[in-house]
T-cell receptor, first 113, second 115 residues
């Protein structure tokens, strides 16, 4: 099963620019998390935002959540070549799978120097 | 560095073989997960164990058999797999379920190739 849809699917930017990725989901959630995955590696947790929060910051990351629109965005400011990776949003889907994360399709970010 | 350890990192097996993937965590987490990820696709949930009991099986074929011997270990037994089962298999763990707002920690994955 799949919960989220990321937009865009691929994003190419220059170092120093900001990168914005969007995520939409279908069911009600308790929280939404963003993960990063370098090619062929495991997933690294970036940030979690709860359903009663609207915005959260962590270093160069800013996440927003709009539960009325069932959408979230991840902003990476002042991007670096090392930010090149795939980024996934993940939600705790309700119902039977409520105890696990369901991932969106992901955005592939390429940052060139 | 991840605190979820998966072995082996790479596995090549024939369609008649029996093999196992292993996962270990020592963070005291009581929820453990298996995900499958194909190239350029998101991870797909396979199984969830909660307090060493299987709580979710996402309609996974019986040729995949999970086992949770204790709270630190999670195995995935593989038998009579098909070439289309070739993928990255990711193990993960969390304090309790994701709905409680717990971060889920992932291992580096086991690359499986079925020939």
């Amino acid at each position: 099963s799949q919960q989220g849809e990321e937009d865009p699917q691929a994003l190419s930017i220059q170092e120093g620019e900001n990168a914005t990725m969007n995520c939409s989901y279908k069911t009600s959630i308790n929280n939404l998390q963003w993960y990063r995955q370098n090619s062929g590696r495991g997933l690294v947790h970036l940030i979690l935002i709860r359903s009663n929060e609207r915005e959260k910051h962590s270093g160069r990351l800013r996440v927003t959540l709009d539960t009325s629109k069932k959408s979230s965005s991840l902003l990476i400011t002042a991007s670096r070549a090392a930010d090149t990776a795939s980024y996934f949003c993940a939600t705790d889907a309700g119902g039977q799978a409520g105890t696990a994360l369901i991932f969106g399709k992901g955005t592939t970010l390429s940052v060139s120097s | 560095d991840t605190e979820v350890t998966q072995t082996p990192k790479h596995l090549v097996m024939g369609m008649t073989n029996k093999k196992s993937l292993k996962c270990e965590q020592h963070m005291g987490h009581r929820a453990m997960y298996w995900y499958k990820q194909k190239a350029k696709k998101p991870p797909e949930l396979m199984f969830v164990y909660s307090y060493e009991k299987l709580s979710i099986n996402e309609s996974v074929p019986s040729r995949f058999s999970p086992e949770c011997p204790n709270s630190s270990l999670l195995n995935l037994h593989l038998h009579a797999l098909q070439p289309e089962d070739s993928a990255l298999y990711l193990c993960a763990s969390s304090t309790t379920g994701a709905s409680s707002g717990n971060t889920i920690y992932f291992g580096e994955g086991s690359w499986l190739t079925v020939v």
